[in-house]
């Protein structure tokens, strides 16, 4: 059996997730629960330790007491600023090294993910621990794209692949070709929030949700679940497109109950092919 699993903990449901697939293997584990991330109840009953973010000393020196030797970084992570951050010397010196240049999510995270390995850890993707939570290609409900979503999803994805070479957000919504906005440092949720307003009349828009080219996988692979149904429903969106193989799925049947209601498509599709309809369900 595969040794003590370490997971550092941030928001969302994916933690929980993780703990629930150790449970049910009977792999040991630890969570190192993040302080203002991880939700409290993620960690009742587990074994589990809060951290700051700027503890990474702290929370090293744990893991290497406890003999673990697998991590895995599971949940959405908000940037503190430098001020709140309050370093201990370990953090002090990752932030040294990498210096004043600014860094998009995914360099910053490669560098993470070197800087844990470096202690002697195997950093490991959350979906290697979850069997069934990528989609191949696909629509995974009832409802599918028309041909003017079809084109708002290839243009999403040509504006995602510019945007990926800066490293600059995953997500993108687009209306009858129009980019009402691209996701930044605030996430899917408040991208989704601020589309709502900007919406115009018509065939509602499309949420394209891509992992970059090259990504550092085992750290931040995009996620969707019933929430970001529920979300782009009040944003007046009609439909959502995660990359096939690439996208971890949430709760999938009750994200696809809450599509079908709403009358929302979600389509997994092939962002190199640019085939968005291959696959799927009428």
Do not use: Y
Not at 28 to 42: I, K, W
Not at 109 to 121: K, M, N, P, Q, T
Not at 159 to 179: H, R, T
Request: aromatic share 4%.
């Amino acid at each position: 059996m595969a040794g003590k699993l370490g997971i550092i903990a941030g928001g969302g449901a994916l933690p929980q997730l993780l703990i629930d697939a150790c449970r049910a293997s009977g792999r040991e584990f630890h969570v190192f629960a993040l302080e203002g991330q991880a939700a409290g109840g993620t960690v009742d009953g587990v074994p589990h330790d809060w951290f700051r973010l700027g503890q990474a000393g702290a929370a090293l020196k744990l893991a290497q007491a406890l003999d673990i030797r697998e991590v895995v970084l599971a949940g959405s992570v908000d940037r503190p600023s430098l001020s709140s951050l309050r370093p201990d010397w370990k953090t002090l010196s990752f932030l040294m090294r990498i210096g004043r240049k600014g860094f998009g999510d995914d360099g910053l995270l490669r560098r993470i993910v070197a800087a844990i390995e470096e202690e002697g850890f195997t950093v490991i993707g959350a979906d290697s621990l979850l069997d069934g939570m990528k989609p191949a290609a696909g629509c995974l409900g009832r409802h599918r794209p028309d041909a003017d979503a079809e084109a708002d999803i290839e243009r999403g994805l040509s504006v995602l692949a510019a945007l990926g070479a800066a490293d600059i957000g995953q997500a993108v919504v687009v209306q009858q070709g129009m980019v009402l906005g691209v996701e930044a440092i605030e996430g899917t949720d408040a991208l989704l929030a601020r589309c709502g307003a900007l919406k115009r009349e018509g065939a509602g828009g499309v949420l394209v949700k891509l992992a970059k080219r090259n990504q550092e996988t085992r750290a931040d692979l995009p996620t969707i679940g019933p929430e970001t149904v529920r979300r782009a429903a009040a944003a007046g969106l009609r439909g959502i497109a995660v990359g096939a193989d690439t996208t971890i799925v949430l709760g999938r049947d009750e994200l696809v109950r809450l599509a079908d209601e709403a009358g929302l498509f979600v389509i997994a599709v092939d962002p190199i092919a640019l085939d968005p309809i291959a696959g799927g369900a009428e």
